[in-house]
């Protein structure tokens, strides 16, 4: 079996390949060729943690694997992510295990992936002001991937803390990308082009009236108490997510941001406009005028994992990385 450590992970994972892996898997899933339960966790009430467990199957690219991720919001104030994980992968010939990879970076880059796709097909063309709100590991990888589909002349953070947010666009300034900290969510979101939540959030950090016509919005935090997006915004937008049956499920699989406007009577479950994989395949349009507000809501799902792990197990192989064990 290879064993890929996390430093391996990142050191294969080439983003813009992810994006179009993460594309693929979508597209599978829609199309009901592959196969994908809803997360289920244990969880750890005295910590507010939860463990998922997320197995998935793409044949489009041959894969068959397994995460195990866990979600600690505590981590957040100390030197641990949030979100640490670990990949399963297995012959989806004989069901052998071939593969156990770090999951933590597949984790953070997969959701930037998804969120990127989301803005190729549905930011309009002329997008060029992104906003971040957020600071943390996801924050990080969103300025990785959707910066890859739309060519950039302005790059807004913002977060809770204005010292993170200046420290993280001054990493992003030596990295080469026109980024500012921007004091407040409203400040960063009114002007903006998309709009990219990555947040803990307790209380909506994207609202309606900050959005101007056209905005394209991904929302990909999660707090089974919280919520990012307030009703006006889920109401008034053209809404894509990875899969009805994951948004739509209860704690820990699906989405406030839908759930509870759709428990309130704001909208009801046909507000859904298309899965991102319909998108992807054509079967469903997207954007239909330069004025419209259109929104990505991820609940993360075990096909891009899969995705990810194919990719970067494929990479390990051809170079030669990582360690080979005996089980």
């Not at 939860?50 to 919001?73: D, I």
């Not at 939540?197 to 089974?224: D, K, M, Q």
């Not at 889920?234 to 820990?252: F, G, K, M, N």
Request: include cysteine.
């Amino acid at each position: 079996m290879l064993v890929l450590s996390r430093d391996e992970v990142e050191s294969l994972l080439d983003p813009g390949a992810l994006i179009d892996a993460v594309a693929t898997a979508m597209a599978d899933l829609s199309a009901g060729r592959a196969s994908m339960p809803n997360r289920v966790a244990a969880l750890v009430p005295e910590r507010k943690g939860l463990l998922g467990a997320m197995p998935g199957y793409v044949p489009s690219l041959n894969a068959l694997a397994a995460k195990l991720v866990t979600l600690f919001p505590a981590n957040a104030d100390g030197p641990l992510p949030t979100h640490q994980a670990l990949l399963g992968v297995f012959d989806p010939d004989t069901g052998e295990p071939v593969a156990i990879m770090d999951g933590t970076a597949i984790t953070a880059l997969r959701t930037g992936a998804g969120s990127a796709l989301s803005a190729r097909l549905l930011a309009r063309a002329d997008a060029r002001v992104l906003t971040i709100v957020g600071t943390g590991v996801q924050a990080r990888a969103h300025a990785r991937t959707v910066p890859l589909v739309r060519e950039l002349t302005e790059l807004r953070i913002a977060g809770r803390d204005a010292a993170k947010a200046e420290l993280l666009a001054g990493e992003l300034r030596e990295g080469g990308l026109p980024a500012r900290a921007v004091r407040s969510p409203a400040d960063a979101i009114r002007g903006a082009d998309v709009v990219c939540a990555a947040t803990h959030a307790l209380e909506p950090v994207i609202r309606r009236e900050w959005l101007s016509p056209g905005t394209h919005v991904t929302s990909v935090g999660y707090n089974p108490q919280g919520r990012e997006l307030d009703d006006a915004t889920v109401a008034d937008a053209l809404v894509i997510v990875e899969s009805r049956d994951a948004a739509l499920a209860p704690v820990p699989a699906g989405a406030n941001d839908l759930t509870q406007p759709i428990r309130d009577g704001v909208i009801t479950a046909a507000h859904i406009h298309a899965e991102i994989g319909e998108l992807v395949s054509g079967d469903r349009p997207g954007r239909s005028s330069d004025e419209q507000i259109t929104l990505y809501k991820s609940v993360g799902v075990a096909v891009q994992d899969t995705a990810a792990a194919a990719l970067v197990l494929g990479l390990a192989r051809r170079r030669r990385v990582g360690a080979q064990v005996v089980i």
